[in-house]
């Protein structure tokens, strides 16, 4: 019996630990792995989130053009389309769809920086935005 309870008591934890990851959390574990380094930096990402950058669009010079300083809230297109607030505490579906995470950093890094984001900048902007 004790044998029992403490396997089973051992299958609880594994089980709740596979169960705290969130979909976040795989996210930044996977540019954890492509950076080769898992010290993300909220104060990076809010740093680079914030910055203008020139090497970009001229009419995007940052990701507060579209997205406001403050990621609680929501956005605006150039077109004048609402884009709903990054944080995941204002939007707990954000930053859950890996493909649709990557397909956004894809499009807005090149629109901004003119390149596309490193691997590391990426989970510093998901560090700095899990903040809120």
Same mark, same amino acid.
């Given at each position: ?16 630990? *596979? ?68 944080? *995941? ?35 510093? *902007? ?7």
């Amino acid at each position: 019996m004790r044998r029992f309870a403490l396997a089973a008591g051992a299958g609880l934890l594994a089980a709740s630990a *596979v169960l705290a990851t969130t979909p976040q959390q795989a996210l930044l574990d996977s540019y954890a792995t492509a950076a080769g380094d898992s010290a993300f930096s909220a104060e990076r990402g809010r740093a680079f989130f914030l910055a203008e950058h020139a090497s970009g669009k001229p009419e995007t010079p940052s990701c507060t053009t579209c997205h406001t300083a403050d990621p609680r809230q929501t956005g605006e297109t150039r077109a004048g389309k609402p884009i709903e607030p990054l944080a *995941v505490s204002a939007n707990p579906d954000r930053l859950t769809d890996p493909a649709f995470v990557e397909k956004w950093f894809t499009r807005n890094c090149a629109s901004v920086l003119g390149r596309d984001c490193t691997a590391a900048e990426k989970g510093d *902007v998901i560090a700095f935005l899990l903040s809120f």
